[in-house]
């Protein structure tokens, strides 16, 4: 059976690329689109890392297993939850193969730290593998825990750059440290497929759209897509290899920073407490101010390690808090609609709901800057989510146009401005690639869903595909593969009886259970 090996490019888009490959900067993937099949993605609302990576490798959409964004806002409740790997509730595409015994490997994978079992390794990837918010994570995210040591010693492996990059006016040490990073996730990558003969390898180049939010299309992304096109070019040679090249979304250049609570406070819609944030940001210290400083000074692990992680989070960040702090920042018996960043927007139930809503989405489509509205639409959450967590999910999504960040800080003090930090900013067009002898060349093709990459996948491993994914199996085969439907697996199923209890240990020694 033909390998395949599924390179995940955090953030890529053809509005990025063309200009590139029309330059002839990137000749491998100029090659690949002539020779292979390639087409242009739409990614789920939101259009960001969490929960895009799971919808690729689950064929579903965030109503399918849970998790809408980064966090889990319950109103109801009072509660705030930063969500990690273990809060999704779905088996994903390794999980059918390794059903059907066949092997596979992920390596620097979001979405899947604590990293649980599967038949042969998963290697945890950013943004949220971590110790810190501004520290890497030393140990614990593999699975097995022992393959952590031999990824270090062989290649002297890291799942984040050191030194972080945090600013666009640092173009030396820090991109340098991403562009080597990348290059080690096709060495192990490759390395893991070969020496470990595994049928399916997945690979996620997580920081390409760090470089491409701080840079968009200056320098220092440009040489961090050509060692990617390198890459492309020595994989597309291999005869036994299916190549698939992938992005959870696409960017562009930003145009505009929207600071949604602070247009809902403005806007009668949420009601503010006075906190110490707004007394710290007053007078200049905030998060980024604080990390410049210890940067210069080289004591960003030391403050790490000394100062908690609950007392690093009571520095605000320049925008205003977020996560979990929200709460605190606003009077909630009096707040009527609280936002999580570039998309979902949540309703008290105190209030009554469809009222709130209706008079909240007919106010978001006129909000407007200087290009024209801020949004291509905004939805009903049920609109756009399918599946039995729905009614855990937004009453309200919006579609931020591109160009456009939608950031959820709560006392920035500011509704809109110009660009902050990010030159780039997430849309929902990724991209899609493939070519291998299982393939069979059919140029481009209309624009694709994320939802459909599992189910091809599967069937060019000649796997039944389950009938709870959504996507569909793409014609990018020279026969019908008349693989069929499959009962799905539950996340139990996948694990195991005794792989649940192992990771439910291990989430209870990191914190996240009691």
């Given at each position: 059976?033909?390998?395949?090996?599924?390179?995940?490019?955090?953030?890529?888009?053809?509005e990025l690329l063309d200009?590139?490959?029309?330059?002839?900067?990137?000749?491998?993937?100029?090659?690949?689109?002539?020779?292979?099949?390639?087409a242009g993605t739409r990614s789920c609302l939101p259009p960001v890392t969490f929960p895009n990576w799971k919808c690729y490798s689950s064929g579903k959409d965030p109503g399918g297993f849970g998790v809408f964004w980064f966090e889990n806002v319950d109103l109801a409740a009072g509660e705030i939850t930063v969500m990690n790997g273990g809060d999704y509730d779905t088996a994903e595409l390794w999980d059918y193969l390794n059903d059907?015994?066949?092997?596979?490997?992920?390596?620097?994978?979001?979405?899947?730290?604590?990293?649980?079992?599967?038949?042969?390794?998963?290697?945890a990837g950013g943004p949220d593998a971590v110790e810190g918010e501004y520290r890497s994570i030393s140990s614990g995210y593999t699975s097995p825990p022992e393959l952590a040591a031999e990824l270090e010693e062989r290649f002297d492996y890291r799942v984040h750059p050191d030194p972080l990059l945090s600013s666009n006016d640092e173009r030396g040490a820090e991109v340098e440290a991403i562009l080597d990073l990348l290059e080690k996730r096709f060495e192990v990558a490759t390395h893991l497929m070969d020496e470990r003969d595994l049928d399916f390898v997945h690979v996620t180049l997580f920081y390409l759209n760090v470089l491409h939010h701080f840079f968009w299309d200056d320098e220092p992304s440009l040489r961090a897509w050509k060692t990617v096109d390198e890459w492309v070019?020595?994989?597309?040679?291999?005869?036994?290899?299916?190549?698939?090249?992938?992005?959870?979304?696409?960017?562009?250049?930003?145009?505009?920073?929207?600071?949604?609570?602070?247009?809902?406070?403005?806007?009668?819609?949420q009601v503010r407490d006075t906190s110490v944030d707004a007394l710290l940001t007053r007078v200049g210290l905030d998060r980024e101010n604080l990390l410049a400083v210890a940067k210069r000074a080289g004591l960003v692990d030391t403050l790490a390690r000394v100062v908690p992680e609950s007392i690093q989070q009571l520095v605000p960040q320049r925008d205003g808090v977020k996560r979990d702090r929200k709460l605190e920042a606003i009077d909630l018996e009096q707040t009527k609609v609280v936002a999580s960043g570039q998309g979902p927007v949540y309703i008290n139930p105190r209030f009554d709901v469809e009222s709130v809503r209706?008079?909240?989405?007919?106010?978001?489509?006129?909000?407007?800057?200087?290009?024209?509205?801020?949004?291509?639409?905004?939805?009903?959450?049920?609109?756009?989510?399918?599946?039995?967590?729905?009614?855990?999910?937004?009453?309200?999504?919006?579609d931020q146009r591109p160009g456009v960040h939608v950031n959820d800080g709560i006392g920035g003090g500011t509704v809109q401005s110009d660009p902050d930090r990010w030159a780039a900013e997430n849309t929902p067009y990724g991209i899609f690639a493939a070519s291998g002898p299982d393939f069979e060349p059919q140029g481009e093709l209309?624009?694709?869903?994320?939802?459909?990459?599992?189910?091809?996948?599967?069937?060019?491993?000649?796997?039944?595909?389950?009938?709870?994914?959504?996507?569909?199996?793409?014609?990018?085969?020279?026969?019908?593969?008349?693989?069929?439907?499959?009962?799905?697996?539950?996340?139990?199923?996948?694990?195991?009886?005794?792989?649940?209890?192992?990771?439910?240990?291990?989430?209870?020694?990191?914190?996240?259970?009691e």
């Open positions: 059976m033909t390998k395949t090996l599924v390179v995940g490019l955090d953030g890529a888009s053809w200009p590139w490959i029309e330059a002839g900067e990137l000749p491998n993937l100029a090659a690949l689109r002539d020779t292979g099949t390639w059907e015994g066949q092997s596979a490997g992920v390596v620097n994978m979001p979405t899947m730290y604590p990293p649980r079992d599967i038949d042969e390794l998963v290697v070019g020595r994989l597309d040679d291999r005869e036994d290899l299916n190549l698939v090249l992938m992005s959870d979304h696409g960017c562009d250049a930003t145009q505009t920073e929207f600071y949604i609570n602070e247009w809902l406070a403005e806007n009668g819609y209706e008079s909240l989405m007919a106010d978001l489509r006129e909000v407007e800057d200087e290009h024209g509205p801020l949004f291509t639409d905004v939805y009903r959450g049920e609109d756009v989510y399918n599946g039995p967590y729905v009614d855990a999910g937004p009453e309200v999504v919006v209309d624009r694709i869903s994320i939802l459909d990459i599992a189910p091809t996948v599967l069937a060019a491993h000649g796997c039944a595909v389950p009938t709870d994914m959504r996507g569909e199996v793409l014609p990018v085969f020279t026969e019908d593969p008349a693989v069929g439907e499959r009962a799905p697996l539950s996340i139990d199923d996948a694990l195991g009886s005794d792989d649940e209890d192992a990771v439910e240990d291990r989430l209870k020694q990191l914190g996240y259970m």
